[in-house]
């Protein structure tokens, strides 16, 4: 018989340990669930807050990111309001606090999972430079893609074929 109530015992505490709502005892009175790791907390941004798309790279306040579902607003996916794309909230916080080598190593493993087919790669390769990212995105992006017996043109090198290119076509130069 005390077993059968050990074992209720313990199904008991293992249900409370994955319930999202369940309060425990600690030190200072009553605290939430320690075993469950919410995803608001990781998401947590000021609502009129402008961050940017990993996809597109375009500013929206975060708020028009939010997705409705029938529970409420979702806690874990959102919307891009220009591009269409869903993801995830805690990519939008990354966006917020990385810089283009960290953005570089976020697209790379991404890139086996269809991310170059997610986005208009025109208008992104635009904002890429625009929020001066593209050298130094570029030669982290090449890096991991271990490039190393071919000589990978970097950004600079890219814009001055490019210009030349443009003044030979024009015929501004020979």
Request: charge should be positive; charged fraction near 25%.
């Amino acid at each position: 018989m005390t077993e059968q109530l050990e074992h209720r015992r313990y199904l008991r505490q293992e249900e409370a340990k994955s319930d999202r709502h369940q309060t425990v005892f600690s030190g200072q009175g009553l605290a939430p669930n320690p075993n469950v790791r919410s995803v608001v907390q990781d998401t947590v941004i000021p609502l009129e807050k402008k961050v940017s798309c990993p996809f597109c790279l375009g500013l929206s306040q975060f708020r028009l990111f939010l997705v409705s579902t029938k529970k409420g607003m979702s806690r874990s996916a959102g919307k891009c309001p220009l591009c269409g794309q869903g993801l995830f909230l805690k990519s939008l916080v990354m966006m917020n606090k990385c810089t283009a080598t960290e953005y570089a190593n976020w697209v790379h493993p991404y890139a086996r999972m269809g991310f170059w087919k997610k986005l208009n790669f025109q208008t992104w390769k635009r904002r890429l430079q625009l929020m001066g990212w593209a050298q130094e995105f570029w030669d982290r992006y090449h890096a991991l893609k271990g490039d190393p017996d071919e000589h990978v043109e970097s950004y600079v090198e890219y814009v001055d074929r490019a210009q030349r290119e443009e003044a030979q076509a024009q015929g501004l130069i020979t």
